[in-house]
């Protein structure tokens, strides 16, 4: 536990105007960032007796090793470094909203020659119009299916519009009237472009003005006796009615606006959005947090503002936004939407009438969130609390290891070695810095030597970014991790995945963070080859456990004897999922290793030949044999083969063993292709 005293700014040196911090652990690592309209008031407050800070205020100073600053010119300013500093770093101590699934919306990609309706989840795409989100995809697609047959934009993937395009035939949608068919020159993209924007300005709310033009196209086709035009119009008006009523009026006034509840106790938070558009609720979505900081409510709902809109298009981003607290101050936030929407935006907590009626609604939903989330997460939280503290007292520990990281190496009969890590903090997966490791220093089957190996190459990278920084002062370990610096460069391009993050640029880098506890999937061998590579590298902070499969013990360094945990202990069940979670995934990196050896094929040495025309002289050929046999301008009839790449390719061909024949099991005949 550090004390802030020792790394407090000294009087003066913190300057009076707006600007963002950031607190730093004694990894280098950000764990907080935060914004401040004085930076000395607001960081003067932090260092004040400990007896008088929020307990987790009190645990962020603690862990936090330094502190630093930057000065910006207004209180809109810190708002955006401060947005972009939280989704760079990725701070462990600062408020973050986290979706418990991910919500489709209904999008249409404008940024295509022929707009397609689809459902879409994950971040946003540039040139897209999002509709949403929605609770279920297939309420979009009972939506979508109501509307096609007033605006029938196309909704085929990339494929099945081709493929219609070639054989001049429309899929069923464009027979049965539900797609234009742009693909065979119904329409032209000119007047499928105009479907889709009319079909956007509908899901936009703009409803009315549409129905009036079809009902008076209705009755001028009644008047001039086209009864089939009329009675097609007529179904397309019931079909948009059916699609309008499944989102009820919430606002006669047709309001567009954004309403955000939230639901909040001492330890978590859930916060509800309802998106209304034209009076109508489009969308709903939701997210639950750990109150990791001290925020009370105001500064919940400017973090949900945040998080909701700071990735946002501006037309995402409504006229109104009803909240239950207003952030303090909350002129810079109305001034940051307002830029990030190019027209204003009004934040406000209603005070009365249908839109404070609505709120409660929503605030009703956050409630009921907030006691699902517990329900499902109670047990989880205190078995992993209790989990980890068995396994540092059976291993002793002078703490819980909060950071556990599991190898294990797979291979099939001494082929296609590999290796896996993986990574639980505070009990829970952290798959972004998962690693897989192609073991390179020698071929054959030994588990003890490749695990030697994998655990030498992730802690020499680990050694060699302490060297960087200066916090490496064993001379030894000094000159190993020198040594071992051209072997980590050529590591890089084996150990796939990021993990830890550059202090100054804040960009991902490998193997920055130690664990507290590393488990081999093995017994004593394993565990003596991961703790010798670690004595080689001078890391003597790092305990080493093996969990062998076969009776679940735990065996520990220099031990005769293993570790026997009872069969119902929440430390040896994390213990497992830890190590099947890393035998899982080495065992996915060795079959997709083994998959694409048993894809290679002769063709795939001839330099500069791609998967597509390697393709396209197999469908022409026929076979690799016939290829074999064919001239060099027999080759170069192929669509994009060059006389020169088929000279390659004929004389690769010849310099490769030919397929051994088929033979007639029956008759011992020797058969041609």
């Known amino acids: 536990m550090a004390d802030p005293s020792s790394y407090r700014p ?47 205020t009190r645990t962020m100073v603690t862990t936090a090793a330094s ?60 040139g897209v119009r999002y509709f949403g989100p929605y609770a279920h995809a297939w309420a979009i697609r009972e939506t979508v299916d109501l509307m096609l047959r007033a605006f029938p934009v196309r909704t085929c993937s990339a494929g099945v519009f081709k493929r219609s395009a070639q054989i001049g035939r429309p899929c069923l949608l464009g027979y049965i009237g539900k797609c234009s068919a742009p693909c065979v020159g119904r329409v032209t993209a000119a007047e499928h472009r105009e479907l889709a924007e009319e079909f956007c300005d509908f899901m936009a709310g703009r409803t009315g003005a549409y129905l009036k033009r079809l009902e008076r196209q209705m009755h001028e086709a009644a008047e001039e006796m086209e009864y089939e035009k009329a009675a097609r119009l007529r179904d397309d008006i019931g079909a948009l009615r059916s699609a309008m009523e499944k989102n009820a009026v919430v606002l006669a006034d047709a309001t567009d606006a954004d309403l955000i509840a939230l639901a909040e106790d001492e330890l978590e938070a859930a916060v509800q959005i309802f998106h209304v558009r034209g009076g109508r609720v489009r969308g709903q979505r939701g997210w639950v947090t750990d109150r990791v900081e001290a925020v009370d409510t105001a500064g919940l709902v400017e973090h949900a503002l945040q998080q909701l809109y700071g990735d946002e298009q501006a037309e995402a981003i409504p006229r109104e936004v009803l909240v239950p607290a207003l952030p303090q101050p909350a002129g810079p936030v109305r001034e940051w939407l307002t830029e990030r929407r190019g027209a204003r935006v009004d934040l406000r907590v209603p005070q009365r009438g249908d839109k404070k009626d609505l709120l409660a609604t929503v605030a009703r939903n956050a409630q ?26 059976a291993l002793e520990l002078d703490s819980a ?17 590999v290796g896996s890590m993986v990574v639980f903090e505070d009990g829970l997966v952290r798959k972004s810095e998962y690693r897989r490791f192609e073991i390179k220093g020698f071929t054959g089957q030994d588990d003890v030597r490749a695990m030697h190996e994998v655990i030498t190459r992730r802690f020499r990278r680990y050694v060699q970014e302490k060297q960087k920084t200066g916090e490496w002062g064993d001379p030894e370990a000094e000159a190993a991790a020198e040594r071992g610096r051209a072997a980590a460069a050529a590591d890089d391009a084996a150990a796939e995945g990021p993990a830890g993050r550059d202090p100054d640029t804040g960009r991902p880098r490998k193997f920055a963070y130690p664990p507290q506890l590393v488990v081999v999937d093995g017994g004593q061998p394993q565990v003596g080859a991961a703790k010798r590579a670690l004595g080689e590298l001078g890391v003597d902070d790092v305990a080493v456990v093996g969990l062998a499969k076969r009776l679940e013990e735990v065996w520990l360094p220099d031990s005769d004897d293993p570790v026997i945990l009872p069969r119902s202990s929440e430390g040896l069940y994390m213990l497992q999922r830890v190590r099947d979670e890393a035998h899982r995934f080495a065992i996915a990196y060795q079959r997709k290793k083994r998959a694409k050896s048993m894809k290679a094929g002769p063709l795939d040495d001839v330099p500069g030949l791609g998967e597509n025309r390697r393709r396209a002289l197999l469908k022409h050929f026929g076979s690799v044999k016939r290829l074999r046999a064919a001239t060099i301008d027999q080759i170069c009839e192929v669509p994009g083969i060059g006389r020169k790449t088929a000279e390659n390719i004929a004389v690769t061909l010849a310099q490769a063993a030919p397929a051994a024949p088929a033979v007639n099991t029956a008759t011992g005949e020797i058969m041609d292709e």
């Not at 708002?79 to 462990?92: A, C, F, N, V």
């Not at 009921?368 to 540092?392: F, M």
């Open 368 to 393: 009921q969130a907030l006691a699902l989330h517990k329900t499902k997460r109670a047990s989880d939280l205190t078995t992993r609390s209790r989990a980890l503290e068995e396994i540092a007292e």
């Open 10 to 56: 000294k009087p003066g040196q913190i300057p009076d105007s707006p600007g963002v911090y950031r607190f730093r652990d004694e990894h280098g690592r950000v764990i907080y960032v935060g914004k401040a309209k004085s930076l000395r008031q607001r960081l003067s407050s932090y260092f004040q007796d400990l007896a008088g800070l929020h307990q987790r």
């Open 401 to 417: 290891p909060l950071r556990i990281e599991c190898y294990d190496i797979s291979h099939l009969q001494g082929d296609d070695v």
């Open 67 to 126: 502190v630093e600053w930057t000065v910006v010119a207004t209180e809109v300013e810190a708002l955006q470094l401060e947005y972009t500093w939280i989704k760079q770093y990725d701070p462990r101590f600062n408020v973050k909203y986290r979706d418990d699934k991910s919500y489709p919306s209904l999008a249409v990609t404008l940024n295509e020659e022929y707009p397609r309706v689809q459902v879409m989840r994950g971040p946003k795409r540039k």
